[in-house]
């Protein structure tokens, strides 16, 4: 399917790209490297040493991709790669009580705080976790610098799973956080344990006073018929640039029933990219939730593989921009085992000069015989100014498949807002409420309570700043495309 709105980068974009040389992709990344390399030095497990050598082996010899990749063909590294980010100090500034609370998430089982990719133990809560869980901040878990302290081991499954899942030979920004990670999260769901309430994991930049990155990573084991959800959720405090590089592998195991979401919310000068890598054992069920709502330029990478037999797997996500947002969505399913099913919905709204991609993608291996997979893609553009590509694929190496994928652009319906203005309903509520009920359809296939609450406060919030901006052409508001009715896929409770 070819996308709609299709947009050619132009000579003056494609000379910036290639102006980009190599050294200058690299550069500040060495410098970072042989930094991490030499506080560490012989400290860290063979194992790990040599994760990050390969994995920046790699990065260094790729670089970042340009507009002619495939894969990135809608988005523009320039502007991350030329600016020179560099290593986020441990100690900064003291955060206020009140600016940590007001982003916690109420109800949470435990939270872990990290201040600029560091853990920060007083911000955060994990002394009386549910029987059944382990959490730990990775740094702390493998020890200081990496190294487990003498006469005690790195907690089990981290060597086990740590790194053996998000693919650096493909994916040049998992090399880049395999081989620049320096801290991040643990979560170890013991077999048969039922965590009734979310592990939350807040990721703050705070003004560091320079332009930082960090790159946070996150191993979450849910062993056989355990059931869990986790929260990533990536917050700005303050207008500073800064560049969040996140790596997260989800290893579900038979039976278990996991529910991942991720929350960008960071500021509009902030660069996020973020990895979600999946493996699914049989009769796994796995749902991702994606909610990018911030930064200046957003790429959502999540790739899931239904490794066992009659496994299920759910990616579902809004993103919502306005002003010069790019918000990038690239997903890809793998069907690797028969009898499995997949489902993709995600939603966009962008308004001003903001841009959307999804780009969609589901594999079917030639033993994923009896696949159900469906993928689904709605938007709504509310300026003549705003820009989505849209690119579903199939790929199918096996002939019992039942797969199907579409897309919808569209702009908000004049007969709806007409019917909300003629009883009296201002037209500014009445875009606001058509707008929440478009959004709110991801919100309908989110079982975990706790996690959901708190993501439709921030979607009610966030489509209120939309609704206040003050650019947005009211001629382009009216005007019906039509949109597909589509079956809810829920998530299993």
């Known amino acids: 399917m070819k996308r709609t709105r299709k947009t050619k980068a132009n000579n003056g974009s494609l000379r910036q790209e290639a102006m980009v040389t190599t050294a200058e992709r690299s550069g500040t990344y060495l410098e970072a490297y042989s930094e991490l390399r030499a506080q560490a030095g012989e400290r860290e497990p063979v194992w790990l040493r040599q994760s990050r050598e390969d994995a920046w082996t790699r990065f260094s010899a790729k670089g970042f991709p340009t507009t002619h990749d495939e894969d990135w063909r809608f988005t523009n590294l320039a502007a991350l790669a030329k600016t020179p980010f560099v290593r986020a100090p441990k100690a900064v500034a003291p955060l206020l009580k009140s ?229 990038d969505n690239y997903m890809m399913v793998e069907h690797a085992r028969p009898q499995g099913a997949s489902r993709q919905f995600y939603n966009g709204i962008l308004a001003g000069h903001a841009r959307g991609v999804f780009h969609g993608r589901i594999v079917v291996h030639k033993d994923a015989q009896k696949t159900d997979a469906k993928q689904t893609n709605r938007n709504l553009l509310l300026t003549d100014t705003a820009r989505i590509d849209t690119k579903p694929q199939l790929e199918i190496h096996a002939d019992d498949v039942k797969c199907t994928h579409g897309a919808t652009i569209g702009q908000i319906e004049e007969e709806q807002l007409f019917y909300l203005r003629a009883r009296g309903v201002p037209a500014a509520v009445a875009r606001n409420l058509l707008l929440y009920a478009f959004a709110a359809e991801c919100l309908d296939r989110m079982h975990e309570s706790a996690a959901r609450a708190f993501v439709e406060k921030l979607i009610a919030k966030r489509l209120k700043e939309l609704a206040l901006i003050q650019d947005l052409d009211s001629d382009s508001l009216t005007g019906a495309a039509p949109v597909e009715e589509e079956q809810h896929w829920e998530e299993v409770g």
């Not at 959720?233 to 207008?239: A, E, T």
């Open 99 to 327: 600016q940590i609370e007001a982003c916690l998430l109420p109800g949470a089982a435990c939270q872990l705080v990290f201040v600029n990719g560091h853990f920060a133990p007083e911000l955060s809560a994990i002394e009386k976790l549910p029987e059944g869980l382990e959490v730990h901040a990775l740094a702390q878990a493998l020890g200081a610098k990496g190294a487990a302290p003498e006469g005690r081991h790195a907690p089990e499954g981290i060597e086990q799973h740590l790194g053996r899942y998000a693919d650096v030979r493909r994916d040049v920004f998992a090399a880049l956080n395999t081989a620049l990670w320096e801290d991040g999260a643990y979560i170890h769901v013991r077999r048969g344990a039922v965590i009734e309430h979310p592990v939350h994991l807040l990721y703050l930049s705070a003004g560091a006073g320079r332009q930082i990155m960090t790159h946070p990573r996150t191993l979450i084991v849910a062993e056989d018929h355990s059931h869990a959800s986790v929260v990533e959720d990536y917050v700005s405090i303050g207008d500073e640039a800064a560049f969040s590089n996140a790596v997260t592998e989800l290893v579900a195991g038979e039976g278990a029933v996991v529910s991942h979401f991720l929350i960008e919310r960071e500021n509009l000068a902030s660069f996020n990219v973020s990895t979600l890598r999946i493996e699914q054992a049989r009769a796994a069920n796995v749902s991702s939730h994606s909610l990018l709502l911030g930064g200046g330029l957003v790429r959502n990478n999540v790739h899931p593989v239904l490794a066992g037999e009659g496994t299920e797997c759910l990616i579902n996500g809004l993103f919502v921009g306005a002003g010069h947002q790019h918000l």
